[in-house]
C-alpha cells in the first residue's frame, strides 16, 4: 500500500509541477508584457489540487495496539521510519504548498482572466507562484530521497525534473563557471568548517549524481 501511494504521489508531484512552472511562465509574460491579451499569452492559466496524502493511519493505530509488540524489532524500526518519511512527504504538502496555492489562486474568486489583473496583482502573483514552486520542489526532493533510501519504492522524479524547478546553480557548475568568486566562497566557507569541502554542503540531487560518476 505505502509503494502505490508512493507511486501516486510522484505523478501527483509531476502534473502540479508542471502546472505550476506553466502559470509562472504566463504571469512572467503579462508581467513583461502588460496589456497582452488572453489569447496572446504564451498559455493559459489553470489551478487544480491534487491530492498528496501518505497512508500512515494503519501503522499509527498500530502503535496503539500490541501488534508492533509482535513484530521483529527491526521490523518495526524499518517501518517507523517509513511512515515517517511519507508523514513528512504529506505534511509539507499540507503545510507548505497548499497555503501558498490558495493564496497564488484567490483571485479566481473575482476573475478567471488573468489579463484583468492590475500590474502590481500580477507582480504579487509572480511572487506568490515563486515560492510556489519552491515549495513544490521541496516535496519533490522529499520524494527524491525516499526513492534513494527505499529502492524497492522504484523511481521518484528525477534530478532533470527537479532541476526545471529551480533556477539556481548547483556548486559544482558554479565553480566551473565563476572560478575566482567560487574560490572566495570556499574560502569562508573552510574558515568555518575547517577542511570540509563545499562538495560536501551541496545535497542537491544533481551533485549527488555528478558525484556517482
Known amino acids: 500500500m505505502p509503494i502505490t501511494n508512493y507511486h501516486q504521489n510522484v505523478e501527483s508531484f509531476l502534473s502540479t509541477a508542471a502546472l505550476f512552472q506553466n502559470n509562472l511562465q504566463v504571469f512572467q509574460y503579462l508581467q513583461k508584457h502588460p496589456g497582452t491579451p488572453r489569447e496572446g499569452l504564451p498559455g493559459v492559466v489553470a489551478w487544480y489540487v491534487n491530492s498528496m496524502d501518505p497512508v500512515v493511519a494503519a501503522w499509527t493505530a498500530a502503535g496503539h495496539t500490541d501488534v508492533l509488540a509482535l513484530m521483529p524489532r527491526e521490523e518495526v524500526r ?12 504529506g505534511d509539507t504538502y499540507t503545510n507548505r ?17 488573468p489579463t484583468t489583473l492590475s500590474p502590481s496583482e500580477i507582480n504579487e502573483e509572480v511572487s506568490c507562484i515563486s515560492e510556489l514552486v519552491r515549495m513544490q520542489q521541496l516535496c519533490g526532493i522529499y520524494l527524491w530521497q525516499l526513492s534513494e533510501e527505499q529502492p524497492d519504492f522504484g523511481p521518484g522524479p528525477s534530478e532533470t525534473q527537479l532541476r526545471m524547478l529551480n533556477s539556481d546553480q548547483s556548486l559544482s557548475e558554479l565553480s566551473k563557471e565563476y572560478p575566482k568568486a567560487f574560490k572566495m566562497t570556499q574560502h569562508r566557507l573552510e574558515q568555518i568548517l575547517g577542511n570540509s569541502s563545499p562538495s560536501t554542503l551541496d545535497k542537491s540531487p544533481a551533485d549527488q549524481e555528478e558525484r556517482k560518476h
Open 97 to 113: 504548498v497548499l497555503p501558498v496555492l490558495s493564496r497564488c489562486s484567490s483571485y479566481v474568486s473575482r476573475t478567471n482572466d
Open 78 to 89: 524499518r517501518n517507523t521510519e517509513l511512515y515517517l518519511q511519507l508523514q513528512i512527504i
